[in-house]
């Protein structure tokens, strides 16, 4: 079948990259076009020997020349990084656009925006990543001084998600190897291609073999697995599901690895009466469908306040039937497909259980006909139900899609403990123009991250992450840098 968003050139075949070099396994399985069924690319599947062929590779550059830069002198590889990214930037959005479906506009300002942006942030902030110290004096009078230094922790594996490929994945490469590890990445099945121009990108920048490892595949009894369960990594570094994360967790617990995870959500806004109506409405708009509401962050609950819920549900429903759904350069598009027929279908048994839970539908709840290629893509109507309990299932798990369930509320504490009644506790969105409410509303949520009347802006240096099963532990800033480091205590006797 022909495709109009076909990979670039560069990526006709996708193969893994070990120790420096793009390795063929002749095991391939197909990357799939979810905007029309398409094959786009066979990709060579990592088998539990070339696992290990990373992993002792990634180990043995620890001891070469990597091990012995400086700190600046590896920012600058960090840099060199981000510059070929920006003169591939086309291929990147091809290969973002090609494998998720996703708009043009989207892969230009944010997937591929946010991989640069990664590569630059890490190689600032490491080069003024200061240490501690601290003088004492002992009951016995001797003098002792102690400062910390950063060592790299070894070999870092990170397995990351679909739903923003570079982003997610650059997110920690870039500090991962700014603190002076090397790491073996394994991206998802679904979306292989930017990850291998990003191995690519690394052989262009000079970054020695062996520091930047790629294995394709999936998790369990392939890639992942082998990748999580090898002896010899030192940490691991997972976003994706909840239940994934457990299952890495117990593989984890054997060598007693470091993990950090961003794990899945379902988040909440809240609308109060007193906020601006129209930027409430537009940033819920933005907040429960971006990317096809394929956003961790995503939110999937929202709580508006009584007097103005009718209004809201009403305007709501307006804006989202207006949404353009479509081809990833037609202007305007607003929302591509999902990223596969498999998981259309578990959010299309989400639209039908809502009934059953007796869900009002507000709109949409199906799939929409074009009448041409992309009836055979993965793409659903941006969805919207009233009328359920707290209790229904779609109010309580994760969907993963163009949905949300708006629900009335009275006062401030109601919907906090509605709000905090929930597994997960990644993220919030408050909107209110009452400066005291929004404090005192924000910080009482159980979430890593609350945003008071916008959503998903991100400034790369706070910590990120998620209470209850939506993480463990924070990246971003100071956070990634202590993670992806050993830090350790020196204590001399003056
Ligand atoms: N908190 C965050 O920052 C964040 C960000 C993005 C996505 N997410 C979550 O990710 C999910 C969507 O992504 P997904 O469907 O790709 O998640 P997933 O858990 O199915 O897969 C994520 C990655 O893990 C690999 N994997 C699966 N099983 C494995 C195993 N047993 N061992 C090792 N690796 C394994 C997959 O191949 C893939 O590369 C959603 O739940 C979403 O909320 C969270
Ligand atoms: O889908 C989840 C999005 C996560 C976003 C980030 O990790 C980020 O912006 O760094």
Not at 52 to 64: E, F, I, T, Y
Not at 176 to 187: I, R, S
Not at 345 to 370: H, I, M, Q, R, W
Request: with cysteine.
């Amino acid at each position: 079948m022909n495709h109009r968003f076909p990979l670039p050139d560069s990526l006709a075949e996708l193969r893994n990259y070990v120790n420096g070099e793009f390795v063929a396994t002749g095991k391939l399985f197909a990357n799939v076009s979810p905007i029309n069924g398409a094959v786009l690319a066979q990709v060579h599947e990592a088998d539990a020997a070339l696992a290990d062929r990373a992993v002792k590779s990634a180990k043995a550059a620890l001891d070469g020349p990597w091990g012995s830069m400086s700190v600046a002198e590896r920012a600058a590889v960090l840099d060199k990084v981000a510059d070929a990214i920006e003169r591939r930037y086309d291929e990147f959005v091809a290969a973002e656009v090609a494998d998720t479906g996703r708009s043009i506009e989207q892969a230009r300002t944010l997937d591929v925006y946010r991989g640069v942006a990664n590569f630059r942030t890490f190689a600032d902030l490491v080069k003024v990543a200061g240490g501690e110290t601290y003088d004492m004096r002992t009951a016995s009078g001797h003098d002792v001084m102690n400062y910390t230094v950063r060592k790299p922790h070894g070999v870092i594996a990170i397995i990351s998600p679909w739903n923003l490929p570079l982003l997610l994945l650059t997110w920690k490469v870039a500090p991962a190897l700014a603190c002076g590890n090397t790491v073996v990445v394994k991206p998802s099945e679904e979306t292989p291609s930017s990850a291998t121009l990003l191995a690519q990108v690394m052989d262009e920048a000079g970054v020695p073999p062996g520091v930047f490892n790629l294995l394709h595949g999936f998790g369990p009894d392939s890639a992942g697995e082998f990748l999580t369960g090898h002896p010899d990594i030192d940490a691991i570094t997972f976003t994706g599901e909840s239940s994934t994360g457990s299952t890495i967790m117990k593989v984890a617990a054997e060598g007693v690895k470091e993990v950090s995870f961003e794990l899945g959500g379902k988040n909440a806004a809240v609308v109060f009466a007193d906020a601006d109506f129209d930027a409430a409405v537009a940033g819920v708009i933005r907040s429960s469908f971006t990317n096809s509401g394929q956003v961790c962050l995503c939110s999937e609950r929202v709580y508006v306040e009584r007097p103005i819920f009718d209004r809201f549900v009403a305007a709501l429903k307006e804006k989202a039937e207006a949404l353009k759904v479509g081809y990833p350069d037609e202007p305007g598009v607003d929302m591509g497909p999902l990223i596969s027929k498999g998981h259309r279908d578990k959010v299309l048994s989400y639209y039908k259980l809502a009934l059953e839970e007796g869900a009002t539908l507000v709109c949409g709840g199906g799939v929409p006909a074009f009448g041409d290629e992309r009836d055979e893509g993965a793409f659903v109507q941006p969805t919207i139900w009233t009328g359920l309990p707290d209790t229904a299932r779609c109010v309580r798990e994760e969907v993963f899609g163009p949905v949300c369930h708006i629900a009335p509320f009275d006062t401030d504490e109601e919907v906090i403990a509605r709000v905090n009644d929930s597994p997960y506790g990644l993220a919030a969105s408050v909107w209110t123009t009452s400066l005291k409410r929004a404090h005192n509303v924000s910080r009482r949520l159980r979430t890593g991250i609350t945003w008071v009347n916008t959503w998903f802006l991100r400034d790369l240096r706070t910590p990120f992450g998620g209470a209850k099963q939506s993480g463990l532990g924070r990246e971003g800033g100071q956070y990634s840098l202590d993670f992806y480091s050993e830090i350790s205590n020196i204590s001399i006797q003056l």
